[in-house]
């Protein structure tokens, strides 16, 4: 079976700074998915990065980057430039081709001015 | 624009009823799935849905059940309602190919047995 962990249950920054949210997996399979998805207080899950194992090259979406490092089963989200639009849950999923969706259990990120 | 729409934002009900959450999907997606979320424990797979009238237990399948008669619509029926299925459940779904393709949630039922 696959798992999630997030370590991290908060964590706080300040506006126009980085911060880094950790997410480690565990898993036999070798052909999968990582998300990391961000739910703000309107609880609409929004999609920010994904990445394929099979890919070497860490995923960017402007502000938004991973560390992924497969054989330590680690895949890390940095947000750069931190906006105040950015407090939210964030979770990281993990998904195997056969399509299930495991979640962990999600880090609260608030963003002071 | 990619839609999944869940009937109720909040619901109240009993101990003892049946309860009915319902999740419409208009993007002709194959795979639907029902999650709980609570506090400290994340998103937990309840049931998911790779087609119509296909259904296969997620990981905490106990006391729930669900339906799928049409690709668009998954119903997940909580049979006899307890005070421990208060809890924000999401719905979800994603087309079935091999691809990086993201799943799309609605928003979610704060559900509160009393």
């Known amino acids: 079976a696959q798992t999630v962990t997030q370590s991290q249950p908060e964590m706080s920054v300040q506006e126009a700074e980085t911060v880094t949210l950790s997410c480690t997996y565990d898993t036999s399979e070798n052909n999968y998915y990582l998300f990391w998805y961000k739910q703000p207080p309107s609880r609409q899950m929004i999609l920010v990065i994904r990445q394929e194992a099979y890919k070497q090259q860490n995923a960017t979406e402007n502000r938004f980057s991973v560390n992924f490092q497969k054989a330590a089963k680690s895949f890390s989200l940095k947000i750069s430039d931190s906006q105040l639009g950015d407090t939210a849950m964030y979770f990281c999923a993990f998904r195997t081709s056969y399509g299930k969706l495991t979640f962990g259990q999600g880090t609260i990120l608030t963003v002071h001015p | 624009d990619v839609k999944v729409t869940q009937s109720s934002r909040y619901l109240v009900k009993r101990t003892g009823e049946k309860v009915f959450l319902e999740c419409v999907q208009d993007?002709?997606?194959?795979?639907m799935f029902w999650y709980r979320q609570d506090p400290g424990l994340g998103l937990r797979l309840i049931y998911f849905s790779y087609d119509v009238k296909m259904k296969e237990k997620g990981d905490i399948p106990e006391g729930y059940s669900v339906s799928r008669e049409k690709k668009e619509r998954f119903s997940l029926i909580l049979e006899s309602a307890s005070t421990n299925q208060t809890s924000m459940y999401l719905c979800?779904?994603?087309?079935?190919?091999?691809?990086?393709?993201?799943?799309?949630f609605g928003q979610g039922t704060r559900l509160t047995v009393v």
């Open positions: 979800a779904s994603r087309a079935q190919t091999e691809s990086n393709t993201e799943a799309f």
């Open positions: 993007m002709d997606h194959e795979n």
